[in-house]
């Protein structure tokens, strides 16, 4: 399967982009487990720990969406686009 220069670049910024996603994502999880360690030792309110464990859930998830970078989407155009020239060629 051959890729154009700026079907690679599309490739690229999505590799990029997940790498900082796991990045933040392992961040995300050391930061939790302050907050509930923070928790149990009293320091910090049970309350304010679920709301932010609730966001971090939503930010996790959608976070290879967010900012600069290749879209899922695109990412699938690129990849049905070489499927159906591939499959007209036989």
């Known amino acids: 399967m ?7 670049a599309v490739i690229a910024g ?18 939790m ?10 320091v ?4 304010f ?5 609730f966001g971090a859930v939503v930010l996790a998830i959608g976070l290879p969406q967010f900012g600069s970078g290749p879209k899922y989407e695109e990412l699938l155009n690129i990849l049905d686009s070489k499927a159906n020239a591939q499959r007209s060629k036989t």
């Open 2 to 8: 051959e890729f154009s220069d700026k079907e690679l």
């Open 14 to 31: 999505a590799k990029k982009k997940i790498k900082a996603a796991t990045f933040f994502r392992v961040l995300l999880i050391v930061v």
């Open 33 to 42: 487990l302050c907050g509930i360690t923070l928790m149990a030792t009293g």
């Open 44 to 47: 910090v309110v049970a309350e």
């Open 49 to 53: 720990i679920v709301y932010l464990a």
